[in-house]
Nanobody
C-alpha cells in the first residue's frame, strides 16, 4: 500500500501559482496510479488530475487542463500538482490519492489510499 501526505497549500490571489506535493510512503510506488482530487465547501469531491505509475499517461479535468500539470518522481515516491493562473473557483481542500489503475481513473472509487488534504484558497 501507499500512504500519501500532501503539502504546499496556502492563500493566494487570483492569477498566482502554487505547487502541491504528495509524499507517498510504501513499496512499489511505480505500480500505483496517483491522482489529485478537490472538495469545496458544500460540494462533492471532484477529480482534478491523475498520472499513471510510469508517468507516461496523464489525465485532467477539463476545467484545469490548460492550467494544471501533474507529475511524479518515482525515485523519491513523490507526486506533484503545479497549478498556474489560479481562480477563485479553484478554492478547495486538495487530496492526493493512490490506487491500482482501473476502468475509470477519474472516479473516487478507483482509489484506495488517501491523504488528509491541504487547503488552497484563491482570493479575487
Amino acid at each position: 500500500q501507499v500512504q500519501p501526505v500532501e503539502s504546499g497549500g496556502g492563500l493566494v490571489q487570483a492569477g498566482d501559482s502554487l505547487r502541491l506535493s504528495c509524499a507517498a510512503s510504501g513499496r512499489s510506488f511505480i505500480s500505483y496510479t496517483m491522482g489529485w482530487f478537490r472538495q469545496a465547501p458544500g460540494k462533492e469531491r471532484e477529480f482534478v488530475a491523475a498520472i499513471s505509475g510510469t508517468g507516461r499517461r496523464t489525465y485532467y479535468q477539463d476545467a484545469v487542463s490548460d492550467r494544471f500539470t501533474i507529475s511524479r518522481e518515482n525515485a523519491k515516491n513523490m507526486v506533484y500538482l503545479q497549478m498556474n493562473t489560479l481562480k477563485p473557483e479553484d478554492t478547495a481542500v486538495y487530496y492526493c490519492a493512490g490506487g491500482r489503475f482501473g476502468s475509470s481513473w477519474s472516479s473516487v472509487s478507483e482509489y484506495d489510499y488517501w491523504g488528509q488534504g491541504t487547503q488552497v484558497t484563491v482570493s479575487s
